[in-house]
């Protein structure tokens, strides 16, 4: 079965730490993807990843960053966490369009509070 | 700017009836897709449904079917002889011919025993 890891279900970090959320997937797909999830919200892009090394912002990236060294990890970083960050993270991947795929796999997610 | 909006915040349906879910989207394009994702407890995303932009006839999968207006942009996912497992969040999302997705807010379906 295909899938999409998420490394922690639950996370607690303190305000002003640096916060790593990792995300693994084993489909070879060239495309990865951090959304945020807030209530009345939905779903917002933060960043994503065509390519290893490559990366571009999405729609809220102010407080993060991410890296991407590996094709199959795509790692979200709260460079110094505060307490509006507190939220779930979805990390989605996808293949290139040509590759005949459309949909996004997901992880889990992982909800974070900053306290 | 492309936008989903999914202006029922929660729905409710008897168990065994039919429900229906709705999504608008605004688009100056004209090829792109459409998608239906299921959000249970358990926060696992899953593809339910999805629709070519091209494609006139709608998408069905066994119990969930949609009705596309392209005119209208419009693009509801009706549910039929719903079960308990179908209680969830439901997202309604657009995808350009980008890889990114644009999703809607969301509606939470509730199945009552």
């Known amino acids: 079965d295909v899938k999409v890891t998420q490394s922690s279900r639950y996370l607690v970090k303190r305000t002003g730490e640096k916060v790593f959320l990792e995300c693994v997937q084993d489909m070879d797909h060239e495309n990865m993807f951090w959304y945020r999830q807030d209530p009345g919200l939905g779903l917002r892009l933060i960043y994503f990843?065509?390519?290893?090394?490559?990366?571009e912002k999405g729609d809220i990236p102010e407080g993060y960053s991410v890296s991407r060294e590996k094709k199959e990890r795509f790692s979200l970083i709260l460079e110094s966490a505060s307490t509006n960050q507190t939220s779930m993270y979805l990390c989605?991947?996808?293949?290139?369009?040509?590759?005949?795929?459309?949909?996004?796999?997901f992880g889990s997610g992982t909800r974070l509070t900053v306290v | 700017a492309q936008t989903v909006t999914q202006s029922q915040p929660e729905m409710s349906v008897q168990e065994a009836e039919t429900v229906t879910l709705s999504c608008t989207y605004d688009t100056s394009e004209s090829d792109y897709y459409l998608f239906w994702y299921k959000q249970p407890p358990s926060r696992q995303m899953i593809l339910v449904i999805r629709?070519?932009?091209?494609?006139?006839q709608n998408a069905t999968e066994n119990r969930f079917s949609v009705n596309f207006q392209k005119a209208a942009k419009s693009f509801s996912l009706k549910i039929s002889d719903s079960q308990l497992g179908d209680a969830a969040m439901y997202f309604c999302?657009?995808?350009?011919?980008?890889?990114?997705?644009?999703f809607g807010t969301g509606t939470r379906l509730k199945v009552l025993a």
């Open positions: 990843s065509y390519d290893v090394k490559m990366k």
């Open positions: 999302a657009y995808r350009p011919g980008t890889y990114k997705y644009i």
């Open positions: 629709q070519e932009a091209y494609k006139q």
């Open positions: 989605a991947s996808s293949a290139s369009p040509g590759q005949g795929a459309f949909g996004y796999t």
